[in-house]
C-alpha cells in the first residue's frame, strides 16, 4: 500500500487505535508515521476547569498518594522491626526506633507542608487512607529536625515540581 493510501486509513481508525499506532511509531522513532497519524486524530474543543485548579489538585492528588506510601510503608517496617523485638531479637530494636522516628517526622512534615499550602492535613490523611495519629505520635518523641526537612521538601517538590 502508498503511504498516502495508509494515510487515508488513519482517519477510519478509532482514537484507541490511533493512540496504538501513534506509540508503536515512536518505539520506532517514525517521526513521519506520527505525524500523519496527528493528522488525522478528530480535533475537539473543550471546556475545562481553570488550568491553575487543574494543576493543583494534581499536585494534591499526587501528594495524597505520596504521603500515603510512606506511611504505610514506615508503619509496616516499624512494626515488623518490633515484632522482631518482641520475639527476643535485641538487633531488631535500633530499627524500629529509627522507623519511629521516621513516622514521627513524615506527622510533622505532613502537617507543616499542608499549613503552608492552605490545606486541611487531614482530609490529605483520610484521602490517604491514613488515620490522623500525629497527637499521639508526638507524644512518643519529638521530630527529629532533618527528617522534617527531608520529607518536608519531598512534598513540596511535589506540588511545585
Known amino acids: 500500500m502508498k503511504p498516502a493510501q495508509v494515510n487515508k486509513l488513519y482517519a477510519k481508525l478509532t482514537p484507541h487505535e490511533q493512540a496504538a499506532l501513534a506509540v508503536e511509531a515512536a518505539s520506532r522513532h517514525d517521526e513521519s508515521a506520527i505525524d500523519a497519524i496527528l493528522a488525522h486524530v478528530e480535533r475537539k474543543h473543550y471546556l475545562a476547569p481553570h488550568t491553575e485548579y487543574t494543576r493543583r489538585i494534581h499536585a494534591l492528588t499526587t501528594l495524597v ?23 527476643g531479637n535485641q538487633e531488631s530494636e535500633a530499627p524500629a526506633l529509627r522507623f519511629l522516628a521516621k513516622a514521627v517526622a513524615l506527622e510533622a512534615a505532613i502537617v507543616e507542608v499542608c499549613n503552608l499550602l492552605k490545606v486541611d492535613a487531614t482530609a490529605i490523611k483520610t484521602m490517604a487512607g491514613c488515620p490522623d495519629d500525629s497527637v499521639k505520635l508526638g507524644e512518643l518523641q519529638k521530630a527529629d529536625a532533618e527528617l522534617v526537612k527531608q520529607y518536608a521538601d519531598m512534598f513540596t517538590g511535589l506540588i511545585q515540581g
Open 65 to 87: 498518594g505520596q504521603y500515603g506510601i510512606e506511611y504505610w510503608k514506615i508503619r509496616t517496617l516499624m512494626l515488623l522491626a518490633c515484632d522482631y523485638a518482641e520475639q
